[in-house]
Nanobody, 116 residues
């Protein structure tokens, strides 16, 4: 199974920014052909997809993060990124990345906390 390692989370004030990284233990080619997504799961809630990027670089976002989050990828490094700006009190969650459809095993995620 592919190992996914998310990092970059932390505590930030509302309005602040964080940049998350997700390194996949696969070849650059295997990474590049897959759509990658960032998901988040808040306590007591289901995991939701917040941003996705296709193999061709087309991006999509859930309405609640449009204009604030930017997903990107570096296929040579088998790494996906999520730049999160203007963080809001409703953004705290554990953030995960994975491919879709047919996800790999889920990583541990990275915790994002926003103080008001």
């Amino acid at each position: 199974q592919v190992q996914l390692v998310e990092s970059g989370g932390g505590l930030v004030q509302a309005g602040g920014s964080l940049r998350l990284s997700c390194a996949a233990a696969v070849s650059g080619y295997s990474f590049s052909i897959n759509r990658m997504g960032w998901y988040r799961q808040a306590p007591g809630k289901q995991r939701e997809l917040v941003a996705a990027i296709t193999s061709g670089g087309t991006t999509n976002y859930v309405d609640s993060v449009k204009g604030r989050f930017i997903i990107s990828r570096d296929n040579a490094k088998s790494t996906a990124y999520l730049q999160m700006n203007s963080l809001k009190p409703e953004d705290p969650a554990v953030y995960y990345c994975n491919k879709g459809p047919m996800p790999w095993s889920w990583g541990q995620g990275t915790q994002v906390t926003v103080s008001s």
